[in-house]
C-alpha cells in the first residue's frame, strides 16, 4: 500500500475520532491496532519514524500506541 493511501485513510480515522468524547489518540491507536493488519501498521510506523509529512497531530500522538507488526 502507497504511503499517500495510509496517510489518507490514518488522517480519516483521526478525522473522525477527534469529534468523539475521550482521547482521539487512544482511540486512533486501538482503532488501528483492532482493524489494520500488521504490515499496514507496520508501514504507517515507518513513516512516522521518517518524519510523518501529512499525518494528523492524533495519528502522530497515536504513534507510540500503535503496535508493531509482530506484537498482538
Do not use: C, E, S, Y
Not at 480515522?13 to 468524547?21: G, L, R
Not at 504490515?39 to 492524533?58: F, S, T, V, Y
Amino acid at each position: 500500500m502507497t504511503d499517500d493511501k495510509l496517510i489518507r485513510m490514518a488522517n480519516q480515522i483521526a478525522a473522525f475520532f477527534v469529534t468523539q468524547p475521550g482521547d482521539a489518540a487512544v482511540a486512533v491507536a486501538a482503532h488501528l491496532n483492532d482493524n489494520w493488519a500488521p504490515a499496514m501498521r507496520a508501514d504507517l510506523l515507518a513513516h512516522i519514524a521518517a518524519g510523518g509529512a501529512g499525518l494528523a497531530p492524533a495519528v502522530l500522538a497515536a504513534a507510540p500506541a500503535i503496535r508493531p507488526a509482530g506484537q498482538r
